[in-house]
């Protein structure tokens, strides 16, 4: 069974741009949550969604955006990119809200601002 | 608000040596307790759960047992191997279906 597909691996944008990833959920798992992972602040919860709703938000502006489509892919937006937001952001997907499995992790897209 | 604390590394050890890697969390609840690990370059991959008071994760010789009592759930390896070098976290799933991580701890092993 195919895994968490998370694209594309490595991106290089400029100050300013914005910038959307992307990631296809385990077939059947209707969960996506994404992580930010930087050396500074660990790994911290941007959002999750579940049939194409977001359920819940982490602490980050609004810059940080996301969707999830009918077939439970994902996609994640940041607009107007700062050299903070260098960072792997990793998606993860689950059966449902109340999995005691936790997570399936992508090998995440590694953002590089300059 | 739910947190996780874990021993900070790297932890360097011999092959075939005993891995202890501490975690103690806060949560409301009874939250999901978990540990992931992360190979160079790569994303999470779960290493073992456990959903309930004294249940007992289990995963290719890494062990973790939910100790409510003393909120811990600190991961162990009778023989660590080369291969086991990587970092490894720490992390609950509270009411919120969110994950909260621990820092991270980098196992660097050594032949």
């Known amino acids: 069974k195919a895994g968490v597909t998370q694209t594309p691996r490595y991106l290089i944008k400029t100050r300013g741009q914005q910038v959307t990833l992307s990631c296809s959920p385990i077939?059947?798992?209707?969960?996506v949550s994404w992580y930010q992972q930087t050396p500074g602040q660990g790994l911290q919860f941007l959002f999750e969604?579940?049939?194409?709703?977001?359920?819940n938000k982490g602490n980050f502006p609004g810059r940080f955006s996301g969707r999830q489509f009918s077939n439970s892919r994902s996609e994640m937006n940041v607009s107007t990119l700062e050299l903070g937001d260098s960072a792997l952001y990793l998606c993860?997907?689950?059966?449902?809200?109340?999995?005691?499995?936790?997570?399936?992790f992508g090998s995440g897209t590694r953002l590089t601002v300059v | 608000g739910d947190s996780v604390t874990q021993m900070e590394g790297p932890v360097t050890l011999s092959e075939e040596a005993f891995l202890t890697i501490n975690c103690t969390y806060t949560?409301?609840?009874?939250?999901?307790l978990f540990w992931y690990v992360q190979y160079p370059g790569e994303g999470l991959q779960l290493l073992l759960k456990?959903?309930?008071?004294?249940d007992k994760g289990s995963n290719k010789g890494f062990e973790a047992t939910y100790r409510k009592e003393t909120t811990s759930f600190h991961l162990e390896k009778g023989s660590v191997q080369v291969s086991d070098s990587a970092v490894y976290f720490c992390?609950?799933?509270?009411?919120?279906?969110?994950?909260?991580f621990g820092g991270g701890t980098r196992l660097m092993v050594k032949p």
């Open positions: 993860a997907s689950s059966l449902d809200r109340y999995d005691d499995y936790g997570y399936t």
């Open positions: 077939s059947g798992h209707r969960s």
């Open positions: 969604y579940f049939s194409e709703t977001q359920r």
């Open positions: 949560a409301t609840g009874y939250p999901s």
């Open positions: 456990a959903t309930k008071a004294d």
């Open positions: 992390a609950l799933m509270g009411a919120g279906n969110m994950l909260t």
